[in-house]
Nanobody
Framework: VQLVESGGGLVQPGGSLRLSCAASGFTFSNYYMSWVRQTPGKGPEWVSHIKTGGERTRYADSVKGRFTISRDNTKNTVYLQMNSLKSEDTAVYYC?????????WGQGTQVTVSS
């Protein structure tokens, strides 16, 4: 199982970023995919998840209305479109999959929101 995030960077408050997570090693279309973020000194914070076909999504209250999760099962990729970014969105963002054989994380991508 491999999860590879990309798309992070430095952005000003109010800006946008689109994160991607390319997955391999399992049948991607069979599983929910999640995004989780972590800041130093804090535990992981669940951000969003998306059902197998993309027909159902959920968001943490802190990002609702600003972030959009999507997936492309033909590319085995899940995305997180982040708009109206705030300083408190600064974190390392991970995609996450819970499989029968275990829970897997990517290496993460740093998002820094600062002027």
């Amino acid at each position: 199982v491999q999860l590879v995030e990309s798309g992070g960077g430095l952005v000003q408050p109010g800006g946008s970023l689109r994160l991607s997570c390319a997955a391999s090693g399992f049948t991607f279309s069979n599983y929910y995919m999640s995004w989780v973020r972590q800041t130093p000194g804090k535990g992981p914070e669940w951000v969003s998840h998306i059902k197998t076909g993309g027909e159902r999504t959920r968001y943490a209250d802190s990002v609702k209305g600003r972030f959009t999760i999507s997936r492309d099962n033909t590319k085995n990729t899940v995305y997180l479109q982040m708009n109206s970014l705030k300083s408190e969105d600064t974190a390392v963002y991970y995609c996450n999959i819970n499989l029968p054989q275990g829970n897997y994380w990517g290496q993460g991508t740093q998002v820094t929101v600062s002027s």
